[in-house]
């Protein structure tokens, strides 16, 4: 079993950034999938981010350009650097890693955004 712990979650103003980290338990980010989802209140979870086995990042339309997946192999840690919040950011943010096999899911860290 895998542990995936969010974190860097928080209040900030529109315009403002954060920088969210995803500590797994042991080292699970090396060829799997991975991907940070977002889930806003009444809406249905969404990807935001992802980084597949093979490497390739992928953003939804409406972050690209503000927000960046980065992950740490040796730190066992995926990050999502988020930049020029909007109130539409406003959502629990939850860390995955997949494959055929598993499907781990994190917590979820609070981001809200005020206007």
């Known amino acids: 079993q895998v542990q995936l712990v969010e974190s860097g979650g928080g209040l900030v103003q529109a315009g403002g950034s954060l920088r969210l980290s995803c500590a797994a338990s042991?080292?699970?980010?090396?060829?799997?999938?991975m991907g940070w989802y977002r889930q806003a209140p009444g809406k249905q979870r969404e990807l935001v981010a992802g980084?597949?086995?093979?490497?390739?990042?992928n953003y939804a339309d409406s972050v690209k350009g503000r927000f960046t997946i980065s992950r740490d192999n040796a730190k066992n840690t995926v990050y999502l650097q988020v930049n020029s919040l909007k109130p539409e950011d406003t959502a629990v943010y939850y860390c995955?890693?997949?494959?055929?096999?598993?499907?781990?899911w994190g917590q979820g860290t609070q981001v809200t955004v005020s206007s």
């Open positions: 042991r080292n699970i980010f090396s060829g799997n999938a």
């Open positions: 995955n890693v997949h494959n055929s096999v598993y499907d781990y």
């Open positions: 980084i597949t086995s093979g490497g390739s990042i």
